[in-house]
């Protein structure tokens, strides 16, 4: 599902961050960014979403260079907390949500929260 089309508010305040931040080859990935999947930590307060990378690897990034961590960028957000991670290649991977319930809410209407039993 397109981030914009499940989480519109989030999306411009994300935006606005990204703007803010100076961060416009991240910008320039949002419009067409699809939700991949949710956490499965099961932390009460966590929203965190995976996003599918758009740009596709070639032969030599894939196999040779390969995929990894890049960085985390705060994105200092008013509300809770607000990460994201891009890999080595600056492709949007995740979007670490902590302590938002309104991004929860619109989350779980189409990625259901993963219960886990902690002891």
């Known amino acids: 599902m397109k981030f914009i089309r499940l989480l519109p508010e989030f999306y411009r305040e994300v935006e606005r961050l990204f703007r803010q931040q100076d961060l416009k080859n991240l ?7 699809e939700i991949s999947g949710r956490c499965n930590c099961g932390d009460s307060f966590c929203s965190t979403f995976y996003v599918k990378p ?12 390969g995929v990894k961590q890049g960085k985390t960028i705060d994105l200092r957000a008013e509300n809770g907390m607000v990460n994201i991670d891009i890999d080595n290649f600056d492709r949007l991977t995740t979007f670490e949500v902590l302590f938002r319930p309104d991004v929860e809410q619109e ?3 189409v ?5 886990i039993n902690k002891r």
């Open 54 to 65: 758009l740009r596709q690897l070639n032969v030599v990034e894939e196999n040779i260079i």
């Open 27 to 33: 910008l320039e990935q949002l419009p067409d960014l």
């Open 111 to 115: 990625f259901m929260r993963k219960r």
């Open 107 to 109: 989350l779980t209407k």
